[in-house]
């Protein structure tokens, strides 16, 4: 059979080659042979009908170049791209550690290696090895918590916003729910705390104001109807100026007085004393409880440095309640979880090894100094990548830790700084598209837009090499988004 002849660009809808013909090109039947005859077919007809819109819709019509290596070069990237994992890794350039649509934590090599042998093999989840007997998920990070906590007993769930949910549904159900009006917290992507109530079936009571709370004003809205007085960390604000909050030790005094538990949310949590590090400090789950609390509730991805989860720590008997709760069950997490979570917190023990072996509490505690040099290593590559049209600084700037962290607790960091060189009115466009050009790398780079300037904060880079590597491919003839 003779190869197709003839037109070699289109300039219609016509001169397009049909899938048959397309299926028969030199180098097709490879494709086949990886992926099956009708996923290439489909793809093959996508491709063709990609091309008959775009020559219908422009005028004038562009030329489409049919040559037959074009055609199946230009196939066999659309397969790729559809056949890419969805969860690609990507450089996290943004400035912020913790970053929520990123992903957050990522987990230490020892939670990597558990997770696998969870992932690969029956493992005794839900089973007492020792007695043969059914057992509870919760055991695999039960002890460990406990010791790290001085928790009487712990419960996990899917995150730090089902722990709030379960806790109140399980404990306060058709009861009441006391909160301080300063404490109405809105965490990013709904998670707002008068919606969580109403969501666990409670009735919300508001006490004090805005800037002021009281132990008054709690004791005075404690009834018989009361089910719960909730505490929640105020993480991602300030209220500065006249302002007062009833510590924790007093509240749960006051709580307790009236037979009701003390449930305390703090979001993010942390295991250790950040302080120690440099770093701002956040409660430590420890403390509140030592404090009075009953119950404890914090994530898992913040700066535990672990997986997705919510954990709950507290007494033995509330935590059996939220345990036998039927929410428990549909919030429940993996055993790829837990394991991850339980190889996590094992590395808590040893708090000599912990900023070696915690990822986030690397990057979190990376100096300035050493960040600055990084960019002045990398910063003549990207220039060379970027050409005469941009020019390259590096530069201190401050990170943030993310995650519901306090948005003025900011490290400092140093980056790189890109600039249009001619700074006409297109600036902003040349921005968007030097951005988008980034995120089309094989592992997408992702900066952040300020100040007429693309900003990679480089706090997170932890593969100079890798970065360095792919700049080469940087293709900037690519349109804005
Ligand atoms: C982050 C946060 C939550 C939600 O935790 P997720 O793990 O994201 O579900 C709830 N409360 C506070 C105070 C937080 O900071």
């Excluded at 091309?51 to 019509?61: F, I």
């Excluded at 939670?111 to 043969?132: H, I, K, N, R, Y």
């Excluded at 929640?232 to 030790?249: I, K, L």
Aim: aromatic share 2%.
């Amino acid at each position: 059979m003779s190869p197709p002849e003839g037109n070699r660009t289109a300039s219609g809808p016509k001169a397009l080659p049909s899938v048959d013909r397309v299926l028969r090109m030199p180098g097709v039947d490879t494709l086949i042979a990886q992926h099956g005859h009708s996923f290439v077919a489909a793809e093959t007809k996508r491709l063709l009908a990609d091309w008959r819109r775009a020559l219908a819709d422009a005028s004038p019509a562009p030329s489409l170049d049919l040559h037959e290596k074009t055609v199946v070069s230009r196939l066999t990237a659309a397969i790729e791209a559809r056949i890419a994992p969805p969860l690609r890794p990507v450089f996290n350039l943004t400035g912020t550690v913790l970053h929520t649509n990123l992903g957050r934590a990522v987990l230490p090599e020892a939670a990597v290696d558990a997770l696998m042998v969870a992932a690969s093999a029956p493992v005794a989840l839900e089973f007492d090895l020792a007695s043969g007997r059914r057992g509870d998920r919760d055991t695999a990070v039960e002890g460990l918590l406990c010791e790290l906590t001085g928790a009487e007993a712990v419960t996990v769930v899917n995150n730090n916003a089902a722990a709030v949910l379960l806790t109140i549904a399980a404990l306060a159900a058709r009861r009441e729910v006391v909160i301080s009006r300063g404490e109405l917290i809105e965490i990013g992507g709904a998670f707002r705390m008068p919606d969580v109530m109403r969501c666990a079936g409670a009735r919300m009571v508001e006490v004090g104001t805005t800037n002021r709370t009281h132990g008054n004003d709690y004791a005075r809205a404690l009834n018989e109807r009361t089910g719960l007085v909730l505490k929640a960390h105020t993480s991602n604000y300030v209220v500065t100026g006249f302002t007062a909050a009833v510590p924790e030790d007093e509240l749960a005094a006051i709580a307790h007085a009236a037979g009701v538990p003390l449930a305390v949310d703090l979001g993010s949590g942390s295991l250790v004393d950040l302080a120690q590090y440099g770093l701002p400090r956040e409660p430590r789950p420890q403390d509140s409880l030592a404090r009075g609390a009953d119950i404890v509730t914090f994530s898992g991805d913040k700066l535990l440095g672990g997986p997705q989860a919510g954990l709950i720590v507290g007494k033995a008997d509330l935590i059996g309640r939220l345990r036998r709760h039927p929410l428990k069950r549909a919030l429940r997490v993996s055993k790829t979880t837990l394991a991850a979570l339980a190889a996590t917190l094992a590395l808590y023990r040893h708090p000599e090894h912990l900023l070696a072996a915690l990822p986030t509490l690397r990057l979190l505690t990376r100096s300035q100094g050493e960040i600055v040099k990084l960019a002045r290593r990398v910063a003549p590559a990207l220039a060379h990548a970027l050409g005469a049209d941009f020019s390259v600084t590096d530069a201190p700037m401050q990170s943030q830790i993310g995650s519901g962290s306090l948005p003025v607790d900011m490290l400092p960091s140093a980056g790189l700084v890109v600039r249009c060189n001619d700074t006409g009115k297109r600036t902003g466009r040349r921005l968007a598209a030097l951005a988008a050009a980034l995120r089309a790398l094989p592992t997408p780079v992702l900066g952040r837009v300020a100040d007429d300037a693309l900003v990679l904060d480089l706090r997170t880079l932890t593969d100079e090499a890798a970065f360095v590597a792919q700049l080469g491919r940087l293709d900037l003839r690519r349109s804005a988004p």
